[in-house]
T-cell receptor, first 114, second 115 residues
Framework: GENVEQHPSTLSVQEGDSAVIKCTYS??????FPWYKQELGKGPQLIID?????GEKKDQRIAVTLNKTAKHFSLHITETQPEDSAVYFC?????????????FGEGTQLTVNP | GAVVSQHPSWVICKSGTSVKIECRSL??????MFWYRQFPKQSLMLMAT?????????EQGVEKDKFLINHASLTLSTLTVTSAHPEDSSFYIC???????????FGPGTRLTVL
């Protein structure tokens, strides 16, 4: 089955700096890669996703890059703000099979210091 | 706004009792929903896949007789924790793919505490 590894487990940055979180996956059949933000006591919130037919996607301060050959994808947050502090999870899935089951990374605790 | 809701948001029960958690897709139909369990400072662990009109598919190591899942309609799935014990205390979260593109949205979660 799919295995997703996520690094780093914790990340502390100063407000205004950029933050980068990296994930690798094992199953070359995976074709959908979402990123979720989870605040304490809440459910995960989808912040951006990318499909295997593109290499990069951007939404304001958030961007995701995908390298299918190397089987890794990354989340980039620019101009970080204190409200970006949360746990971020990457995930991988194969759309169209197994009911779109997601395999999650272990999460990254991002702290943005004011 | 939220597209997947859960009820209750938190519940405290005595050991040995059963607890039902509801998951609803608010503005779309979901033939499949997923149930996760999350311990503090850990990732989400998939427990089972809920299928409308058929039996749920459980992950290895998850007791199907303890965690009963019923997908009664295209907008509602329920998870019943039977004969709950303190070790069942956890954060339970459901999710549903919104459309054929399979973007998954998560509910707000249910905090279960078993005394």
């Amino acid at each position: 089955g799919e295995n997703v590894e996520q690094h780093p487990s914790t990340l502390s940055v100063q407000e205004g700096d950029s933050a980068v979180i990296k994930c690798t996956y094992s199953d070359s059949a995976s074709n959908y890669f979402p990123w979720y933000k989870q605040e304490l006591g809440k459910g995960p919130q989808l912040i951006i996703d990318i499909r295997s037919n593109v290499g990069e996607k951007k939404d304001q301060r958030i961007a995701v890059t995908l390298n299918k050959t190397a089987k890794h994808f990354s989340l980039h947050i620019t101009e970080t703000q204190p409200e970006d502090s949360a746990v971020y999870f990457c995930a991988a899935s194969t759309i169209g099979t197994s009911g779109s089951r997601l395999t999650f990374g272990e999460g990254t605790q991002l702290t943005v210091n004011p | 706004g939220a597209v997947v809701s859960q009820h209750p948001s938190w519940v405290i029960c005595k050991s040995g009792t059963s607890v039902k958690i509801e998951c609803r897709s608010l503005d779309f139909q979901a033939t499949t929903m997923f149930w996760y369990r999350q311990f503090p400072k850990q990732s989400l662990m998939l427990m089972a896949t809920s299928n409308e009109g058929s039996k749920a598919t459980y992950e290895q190591g998850v007791e199907k007789d303890k965690f009963l899942i019923n997908h009664a309609s295209l907008t509602l799935s329920t998870l019943t924790v039977t004969s709950a014990h303190p070790e069942d205390s956890s954060f339970y979260i459901c999710s549903a793919p919104r459309d054929v593109t399979d973007t998954q949205y998560f509910g707000p979660g249910t905090r279960l505490t078993v005394l």
